[in-house]
C-alpha cells in the first residue's frame, strides 16, 4: 500500500526525532496570504545536512507556482494554493536520493 506524502514526512519527522533534535528542529506548514503554502524543514542534525539542493522555480502562471530551496539548513518550499503536495513531494524526492 502506497502511502501518501503526509504519511511519508511524518515518518521522515519521527525518523528525526532523538530526544534532542526535536527540541530545536522540526517542521512548519503555513499558509501565505497570496494565497498560498510555505513549508519549512530543519535539515540541520540530519542526514541531509550539507546535501546539495537545485533551486527549484516554476511559474506557470499567478495561481500555478513553486519555489523551493535549501537556505541556511532548512528546507523552504513555497507555491500557490494547490501546491502544497507537490512542495511535500519535492523535499521527499530529495531526501531519499
Not at 67 to 78: A, L, M, N, P, S
Request: proline letters at 3%.
Amino acid at each position: 500500500m502506497n502511502q501518501s506524502p503526509f504519511q511519508e514526512l511524518q515518518k521522515w519527522y519521527r525518523s528525526q526525532c532523538d530526544g534532542e533534535w526535536e527540541h530545536q528542529h522540526g517542521i512548519k506548514i503555513e499558509s501565505l496570504d497570496n494565497p498560498g503554502w510555505s513549508v519549512r524543514i530543519d535539515v540541520a542534525g540530519t542526514a541531509l545536512a550539507g546535501k546539495s539542493f537545485p533551486l527549484i522555480k516554476r511559474l506557470e502562471d499567478k495561481r500555478n507556482w513553486l519555489h523551493c530551496e535549501v537556505v541556511d539548513g532548512k528546507f523552504e518550499g513555497h507555491g500557490s494554493e494547490f501546491m502544497l503536495e507537490e512542495i511535500v513531494r519535492t523535499f521527499l524526492s530529495w531526501a531519499a536520493a
